[in-house]
């Protein structure tokens, strides 16, 4: 990509600590997101750096940016993601929103109390991975659900074959057997291929695991079959505030699939192939925190059992005091029997 001013203010930001997001409104409007303040800064941009970098982007992602095709997902060569919007819509310039990537979090040990979490609730969380627990990482626009997806899936064991599915790449992690599929819609007399064209055909791959970048459509009914027929250890992330939410949330989803069943089947559906929502969310001072750890413990008549393994309380992420239903799992993947003891 050739350089213009907003290569180079990206270039800039890059260096300091704390930026996670960049919004170009208007050619003088143009805001950085800093520990989750947005501040504005002062600088003019002309509409034709904004149009030159949206083209740039657009070609770099093999993807059309138009009147035709006016919302552009996709990715800068630094893995941060990016969205455009086009000026039709904005009745001024095209409107440009660029989540940065930061390599500083490379995996759950890389800082001291990652999260919010303690050592041993770190300890915790890469068992659940070793024992192949089926995991939802839940939470708002903005909270780090795929930066925590990001180092869950460090700790899946090398030897291991995993299919990745997003409609814009932004998973970043090094296993040697992945095979990453990346959702493209039609255009013009290109074929395209959505995430739940790509999901059913990943069940022909041969995957161990099954990850989804996010659930936002009737592929939560064939990402929950493939995890209730034997892909253990899959993960998604869904957008929503809270595990009671989320559950909602797939609900809905499931009902897009088209599929018109029962509502107690459907929920039968989801409490035995989800083992476990992380909920994560922003504290006061804008730090990304894990907020719950909540385990989907069967079904009750027509509700799904929930209970909360880990909450935060008083500033501090607590053990509740509820043992999981699945703890025996857990233990055999090596956490120590003593562990809810002193949590």
């Not at 455009?84 to 660029?98: C, G, L, M, N």
Request: with cysteine; proline share 4%; hydrophobic share 40%.
């Amino acid at each position: 990509m050739s350089k213009n001013r907003i290569h180079d203010l990206i270039e800039e930001i890059s260096k300091k600590a704390g930026i996670s997001e960049v919004i170009i409104n208007s050619t003088d409007n143009v805001y950085v997101e800093k520990d989750g303040e947005l501040i504005r800064i002062d600088i003019k941009l002309s509409p034709e750096e904004i149009e030159n970098f949206c083209q740039e982007v657009a070609s770099y992602n093999r993807k059309e940016f138009s009147p035709k095709t006016p919302i552009l997902d996709g990715n800068l060569a630094d893995g941060s993601r990016v969205n455009f919007i086009h000026k039709d819509y904005t009745k001024s310039t095209h409107a440009i929103t660029i989540r940065r990537y930061s390599p500083s979090i490379k995996n759950l040990d890389s800082s001291p109390n990652i999260f919010g979490l303690s050592e041993e609730w770190v300890r915790f969380l890469k068992i659940m991975v070793k024992a192949r627990v089926n995991i939802i990482v839940s939470g708002g626009t903005g909270v780090g659900k795929t930066t925590f997806l990001n180092l869950l899936l460090q700790e899946i064991p090398s030897k291991e074959r995993v299919i990745t599915i997003e409609d814009t790449r932004e998973l970043q992690f090094n296993l040697p057997n992945v095979v990453r599929l990346e959702a493209r819609p039609s255009i013009g007399n290109q074929a395209g291929l959505m995430i739940r064209d790509l999901l059913k055909n990943t069940l022909r791959m041969r995957p161990d695991r099954i990850i989804v970048g996010e659930v936002r459509g009737g592929e939560v009914f064939d990402l929950l079959q493939a995890m209730n027929t034997g892909h253990e250890g899959s993960m998604t992330s869904v957008h929503s505030n809270s595990p009671g939410e989320c559950l909602n949330r797939l609900e809905n989803l499931f009902l897009l699939s088209g599929f018109d069943i029962p509502m107690r089947a459907l929920r039968y559906q989801i409490s035995s192939a989800v083992d476990y929502i992380i909920q994560i969310r922003r504290d006061k001072s804008g730090t990304r925190i894990v907020s719950q750890i909540s385990e989907i413990a069967g079904m009750e008549g027509e509700r799904i059992l929930m209970q909360d393994v880990g909450v935060l309380k008083d500033g501090e992420f607590k053990f509740t005091g509820l043992v999981p239903s699945g703890v025996a799992k857990l233990h055999k993947a090596g956490l120590p029997k003593d562990f809810f003891v002193g949590a």
